[in-house]
């Protein structure tokens, strides 16, 4: 019997990009939703992520926190997906799989932030500038349709979802790479139907508010 897979979310968080990742893997999965506030810094879900943040996996005994892992987990779990990478994918496949979690994250952040650095300091940024790491994306997804070539892994689940997201709170630039990259995610059935699940759950709570 296979091992169960829990998922911790809030629709309205970056759980969406482990909804996708998930629906990627085709793996059977239980969602359990936890309420921002209170529930999400209980000792019952602290002793899950200790950071009180969702998303949150388990599979069987094992925990995954932190979107970039949850995503490279489940390609490494459910390999009949063909979603982890190749040995000749692995570069390219973690290079930027690090990198949207790290660098591109932080660039994010701190641009829609406001956060402020004299030019002369940037060198001890991780993400340099923002425009650096935003060109260096772009130059990746100007020059293949995909992280790791012609091919999609799930590395583009987490690269693209912060690209999609960035372009959706103009936390990005409208570059052309970015736009069709988007689009040739987001046209993904598995895309839809996770969004199409967070969107109805987002909606049942907000009639349930009303
Ligand atoms: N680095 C974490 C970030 C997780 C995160 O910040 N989650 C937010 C929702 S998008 C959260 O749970 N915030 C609630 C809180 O911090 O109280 C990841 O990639 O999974």
């Known amino acids: 019997m296979p091992e169960p897979v829990i998922f911790y979310t809030n629709p309205m968080s970056r759980g969406q990009i482990v909804r996708w990742a998930l629906e990627e893997s085709g793996a059977a999965y239980e969602t359990v939703i936890v309420e921002y506030g209170a529930e ?86 991780g993400f340099g500038t923002y425009d650096n790491t935003v060109d260096a994306v772009a130059a990746l997804l100007g020059a293949s349709d995909y992280v790791c070539g012609d091919r999609f892994t799930m590395a583009d689940v987490y690269v693209g979802s912060h690209i999609e997201w960035g372009l959706g709170f103009s936390t990005l630039p409208k570059r052309p790479a970015f736009e069709a990259y988007v689009g040739r995610i987001a046209a993904r059935e598995t895309h839809k139907r996770a969004r199409a699940i967070d969107a109805a759950l987002i909606a049942e709570r907000e009639a349930a508010e009303a």
């Open 40 to 125: 999400m810094k209980s000792p019952d879900y602290l002793a899950i992520n200790p950071m009180g943040k969702v998303p949150a996996l388990r599979h069987g005994e094992r925990t995954v926190t932190e979107c970039a892992a949850i995503c490279a987990y489940l390609a490494d779990a459910f390999p009949e997906a063909g979603l982890a990478p190749t040995a000749d994918e692995c570069a390219a496949y973690y290079r930027w799989l690090f990198f949207a979690a790290g660098p591109l994250e932080q660039a994010v952040t701190a641009q829609a932030m406001g956060w402020t650095t004299e030019e002369d300091r940037s060198a001890m940024l």
